[in-house]
């Protein structure tokens, strides 16, 4: 699959439905595949960190989940098709399920069982296999690990936020036992119920992070990472990275 780097990080060039058709070709296959959909907030935080940066380019699967990352992509002159948010993403291959065992790990305690049941409920070809909250010593971790190579899923996701969660994934690829292995941050919350998305008109119009702004001003701190990723991606453009 085509990928164009941006700030360092290589994101696949893909739409919603070929990346979901790449999520299926690697349940096909064997072994462990990774799947990671950094934003412009991400991106930015492997370009200080070549350990994270390094993670993320191991992924067999990276998509740009935020419009910053699709507008960086446009001013370098190296187009995404489309925005391939994690959750959208997530939606798509579940949609599409047939028989597909999943594991949530992730999230306070209760929400990942409430999203099993709301998973369930809305996808028929899914069953939810195990959960665990996010909140563990290194004690609970070995357990978590072992239940989830016992119940070998055919999806796991992790959702744990970046770069824990991608950090997580990469430390214990070996360990798993999973097919598929997605790091999906709030993903869980919104399953369950606990976080709302914006409006549909909002996500098509690239304007998801205003309507989230919106319903909490005190964003507005992390909110500026995104003008600030696109000064340093026209930096990029002008200086051919020679800038900071």
Known sequence: MKT????GVDVAACSRVRARDKVF?????????MVFTPNSEII???RKNKAFQDILNQAD????????VVYGAKILGTPIPERVAGFDLLTDVLQHANDLSVYLFGSKPGVAEKAKAEMEHRFAGVHVVGTQNGYFDE?????ILADIREKQPDLLLVCLGAPKQEQWIWQHREEIGAKVVM???GSLDVLAGEVKRAPDIFIKLGLEWFYR???EPQRIGRMMALPHFLLVILKEKIFGGKSE
């Open 213 to 215: 702004l919106l319903k």
């Open 4 to 7: 164009v780097s941006i700030l």
């Open 139 to 143: 004690a609970q971790e070995q357990l």
């Open 25 to 33: 070709e690697m349940l096909r296959e064997t072994g462990l595949h």
């Open 183 to 185: 790091g999906l941050g």
């Open 61 to 68: 699967l990276c998509t740009a989940d935020g419009i910053g």
């Open 44 to 46: 930015m935080l492997a």
